[in-house]
């Protein structure tokens, strides 16, 4: 099941010369604050079980919007 979430509004809390920080409003079934970093890098894990296998879970994360 996929959500569609709205942002609602959005605000630059901090601008540095690597990061920025905004705190957006967004409407998922109910009114939620996320606190975004933004960023030039990013990291990243993945799960290799025993028997080499790739865990993974598609999960909507809100500073991408999908």
């Known amino acids: 099941m996929v959500s569609m979430v709205k942002r609602v509004s959005s605000r630059m809390v901090y601008s540095g010369k690597t ?5 957006d409003e967004i ?4 009114v ?5 970093v933004e960023h030039p890098g990013a990291s ?4 290799i079980k025993s028997n ?4 993974l879970i598609k999960q909507y994360r809100h ?3 999908k």
């Open 19 to 23: 990061v920025k920080l905004r705190v």
């Open 27 to 30: 409407l998922d079934r109910r």
């Open 32 to 36: 939620k604050i996320r606190e975004v």
């Open 44 to 47: 990243a894990i993945l799960p």
């Open 52 to 55: 080499s296998k790739i865990l």
């Open 63 to 65: 500073p991408v919007g």
